[in-house]
């Protein structure tokens, strides 16, 4: 079993959709990473935290440590948000261990 | 800025070549790292550093080696390739020295070894 689990592992909306993405984790951490994937393969980070949410423009992360979930929200969704992302946790020993993404579709 | 550089964009190799990935950045970031992303799994790392001077192994050592001679430079290099090896990789960098601050990837290589 995957250290990070993600889920869906591809999810299909119509343009305007609100969309949670998924990341479950079995180990401790300390801090959890978002990133994207864009379809021509460049990655970008999106959110680091620690606890609690943060926001930026129409992408929500939230975390809570204890229950060991994170989700990525993005209300009104467009194509370009059409994308992987990719949850990566920070472990004891400082590394980053990374989920294998959610593919996201976004439909006009 | 340029922000993290990756060359080449595409290689072939034959097995039992060697080569060296170049990754350089211009942000003066001490902490950067290679990874690499195969099909069905997550990125797993290389080899890092948190600095000129400074490797250390990550999850997926084997057949690769990195030294960090500048700040900015960060070249992985595969002494004998294999097709295991066939994979597409990137570098990161971050300021600080850990993996706590904002990630920052190049645009990745992806290499085919036949």
């Known amino acids: 079993k995957n250290e990070v689990e993600q889920s869906p592992q591809n999810l299909t909306a119509q343009e305007g959709e609100f969309i949670t993405i998924n990341c479950s984790y079995s180990v401790g951490i300390s801090a959890l990473h978002w990133l994207q994937q864009h379809p021509g393969g460049g990655i970008v980070s999106l959110f680091m935290?620690?606890?609690g949410k943060k926001k930026h423009g129409r992408l929500i992360a939230t975390i809570n440590i204890q229950e060991k979930h994170s989700s990525l929200h993005i209300t009104a969704s467009h194509p370009r948000d059409s994308a992987v992302y990719i949850c990566a946790v920070i472990t004891g020993n400082e590394k980053l261990t990374f989920g294998t993404g959610t593919r996201l579709t976004i439909i006009p | 800025n340029a922000g993290v550089t990756q060359t080449p964009k595409f290689q072939v190799l034959k097995t039992g070549q060697s080569m060296t990935l170049q990754c350089a950045q211009d942000m003066n970031h001490e902490y950067m790292s290679w990874y690499r992303q195969d099909p069905g799994m997550g990125l797993r790392l290389i080899h890092y550093s948190v600095g000129a001077g400074i490797t250390d192994q990550g999850e997926v050592p084997n057949g690769y080696n990195v030294s960090r001679s500048t700040t900015e430079d960060f070249p992985l290099r595969l002494l004998s390739a294999a097709p295991s090896q066939t994979s597409v990789y990137f570098c990161?960098?971050?300021?600080?020295?850990?993996?706590?601050?904002?990630?920052?990837f190049g645009p990745g290589t992806r290499l085919t070894v036949l």
């Open positions: 990161a960098s971050s300021s600080g020295t850990s993996v706590y601050n904002e990630q920052f």
């Open positions: 935290l620690s606890s």
